[in-house]
Nanobody, 123 residues
Framework: QVQLVESGGGLVHSGGSLRLSCVASRGTFSSYAMGWFRQAPGKEREFVAAISWGSASTYYADSVKARFTISRDNALNTVYLQMNSLKPEDTAVYYC????????????????WGQGTQVTVSS
């Protein structure tokens, strides 16, 4: 059973940057596709970014393309989300997730989820 713990959230001004981290334990991290979702107050959880097990493939929601970058370090069992040029509409709880393949992960049908980390962008 994979356990995921996110960190790195916080309060930042519009235009600022944050880097989220998600550390996995109790599983073979390198065999999982990893991703990030977010949920704003009153809204449904939405896909943000995903990365394949070997980092060969990455995917982004249109709303974050060119601003966010997903990466992973399999030696450290960690996936990152570098967020630049943040906007108030990026305010949400960000969740890390893991799945055996990218298709289910991107559809939100992941095997494992973290507890989330709050990102707040002030205008």
């Amino acid at each position: 059973q994979v356990q995921l713990v996110e960190s790195g959230g916080g309060l930042v001004h519009s235009g600022g940057s944050l880097r989220l981290s998600c550390v996995a334990s109790r599983g073979t991290f390198s065999s999982y596709a990893m991703g990030w979702f977010r949920q704003a107050p009153g809204k449904e959880r939405e896909f943000v970014a995903a990365i394949s097990w070997g980092s060969a493939s990455t995917y982004y929601a249109d709303s974050v393309k060119a601003r966010f970058t997903i990466s992973r370090d399999n030696a450290l069992n960690t996936v990152y989300l570098q967020m630049n040029s943040l906007k108030p509409e990026d305010t949400a709880v960000y969740y890390c997730n893991a799945a055996r393949s990218l298709g289910p992960l991107r559809a939100g049908k992941s095997d494992y989820w973290g507890q989330g980390t709050q990102v707040t962008v002030s205008s």
